[in-house]
């Protein structure tokens, strides 16, 4: 069971715009803490994509973007494309655990 | 360019113990915390520890204190996870991960190496 809740599965034609979710609570999102996101193609390592909620590490295309609010973060794609299909993860940190947690992961498919 | 390359995957029995290996190259290894990230077959990431950039301070996920210790060579660029008392559930792709960032509570897993796999099974 993650302590960060993600839809198992978004999808979208290309083109579109799709947001996968991660919902936390108040000993991580809530608390304020940052909200990261990697993205993992099947087979090999994840991959860095958001960072501190809002900013993109350089080489990272402007069709990703990551906001949070509340008890909840959210990765935008703009502009889909089929080599974005592939696995997502949100992670920050828990206070009640002392620990990094990541959510469940998302499963983005290019219709 | 920055570099990680885990190494000391293999089959162990329940109860046996292993030694990963990281090596790291293209950036300054000591000033920066470094994690071990696993992965069960077909699951999500769960983080499994941390040292600090001092080199002195380290922690642990639940699953794993007690039984599993980070530590570090600077003089060889190496990160090392030692694990004791494997259990089945142990079984996973471990990561050797870079953390970025100015404030423990929230760093980020900047540069991930390519994992190595460690079966617990009789």
């Known amino acids: 069971q993650s302590v960060l809740t993600q839809p198992p599965s978004v999808s979208g034609a290309p083109g579109q715009r799709v947001t996968v979710s991660c919902t936390g609570g108040?000993?991580?999102?809530?608390?304020?803490?940052?909200v990261h996101w990697y993205q993992q193609f099947p087979g090999t390592a994840p991959k860095f994509l958001i960072y501190?909620?809002?900013n993109r590490p350089s080489g990272v295309p402007d069709r990703f973007s990551g906001s949070r609010s509340g008890t909840s973060a959210s990765l935008a794609i703009t502009g889909l494309q089929a080599e974005d299909e592939a696995d997502y993860y949100c992670?920050?940190?828990?206070?009640?655990?002392?620990?990094?947690?990541f959510g469940s992961g998302t499963k983005v498919t290019v219709l | 360019e920055v570099h990680l390359l885990e190494s000391g995957g293999d089959l162990v029995q329940p109860g046996g113990s292993l030694r990963l290996s990281c090596a790291a190259s293209g950036f300054s290894f000591g000033t920066f915390a470094m994690s071990w990230v696993r992965q069960a077959p077909g699951k999500g990431l769960e983080w499994v520890s941390i040292l600090r950039s001092s080199g002195s301070n380290t922690y642990y996920a639940d699953s794993v204190r007690g039984r599993f210790t980070v530590s570090r060579d600077i003089s060889k660029n190496t990160l090392y996870l030692q694990m004791n008392s494997l259990r089945v559930e142990d079984t996973a792709i471990y990561y050797c991960v870079k953390m970025k960032g100015m404030d423990y509570y929230n760093y980020a897993m900047d540069v991930w190496g390519q994992g190595t796999t460690v079966t617990v099974s009789s």
């Open positions: 108040t000993s991580n999102i809530g608390a304020g803490y940052d």
């Open positions: 501190s909620n809002i």
């Open positions: 992670q920050s940190y828990d206070s009640s655990r002392s620990a990094y947690v």
